[in-house]
């Protein structure tokens, strides 16, 4: 069983619409999740993270972790063009800088 | 303040060759990871090192090796090549003291292609 599941498919979103993600893990020791953006040909940047269950909002990206059922998932309200990317999920250990992520999703969002 | 830099941007081998990446942190940082992302993939965690020494290792095998030098850069060496190393190597760096990762930064990578 892979320590973290994310569905890679690629998802074509009309501007300011809603983007929906989600991704589930396998090891219930994962205290940190961690939600990265990638833009092509470039690294992960972190976007937001929470701690343990329950949710973050940051202006239009909302973050949500169910730990009782290991799911993990990231909301963004009115998308828009520059939010087109690849989103990575990546649970990680407290005191632990080695991250386990997921596939990715790619997103397109059409103006 | 230059970020994380990584040399060199684009890089092409045949099988069986050896090839040294190289990786520079962000100013302030003590630790480094290595991570390769094929394509289509997530990245996967190659090892990390603070004060000079490989302190974890993903599920890698030895041909991927490693160092960090006094002023915390880092060299990433892979031998004999095969065409499944063909991926993007990116590097990270962090503090050894943030439990969080919240401060870590990743490099735009190495692309690595293996012919």
């Known amino acids: 069983q892979k320590e973290v599941e994310q569905d890679p498919g690629p998802l074509s979103v009309p501007e300011g619409a809603i983007v929906s993600l989600n991704c589930t893990y396998s090891?219930?020791?994962?205290?940190?999740f961690m939600w990265y953006r990638q833009y092509s040909r470039k690294g992960p940047e972190l976007l937001m993270y929470?701690?343990?269950?329950g949710n973050k909002e940051d202006g239009r990206f909302t973050a949500q972790v169910d730990k009782s059922s290991k799911y993990i998932s990231l909301f963004i309200r009115d998308s828009q063009p520059s939010d087109s990317a690849t989103y990575l999920c990546?649970?990680?250990?407290?005191?632990?800088?080695?991250?386990?992520f997921g596939k990715g999703n790619q997103v397109v969002v059409i103006p | 303040d230059a970020g994380v830099t990584q040399s060199p941007t684009h890089l092409i081998k045949t099988r069986g060759q050896q090839v040294t990446l190289r990786c520079s942190p962000k100013?302030?940082?003590?630790?480094v990871s290595w991570y390769q992302q094929a394509l289509g993939q997530g990245p996967q965690f190659i090892f990390q090192?603070?004060?000079?020494?490989?302190?974890q290792r993903g599920n890698f095998p030895d041909r991927f090796s490693g160092h960090q030098f006094p002023n915390y850069s880092s060299e990433l060496n892979v031998n004999a090549l095969l065409l499944g190393d063909s991926a993007l190597y990116l590097c990270?760096?962090?503090?050894?003291?943030?439990?969080?990762?919240?401060?870590?930064?990743f490099g735009s990578g190495t692309q690595l292609s293996v012919l």
């Open positions: 990270a760096s962090s503090l050894w003291a943030d439990p969080t990762n919240e401060k870590l930064f």
């Open positions: 090891n219930s020791a994962f205290q940190y």
């Open positions: 100013s302030g940082h003590d630790t």
């Open positions: 929470t701690y343990s269950s």
């Open positions: 090192y603070y004060e000079e020494e490989e302190r």
């Open positions: 990546a649970p990680q250990f407290y005191g632990n800088n080695r991250l386990a």
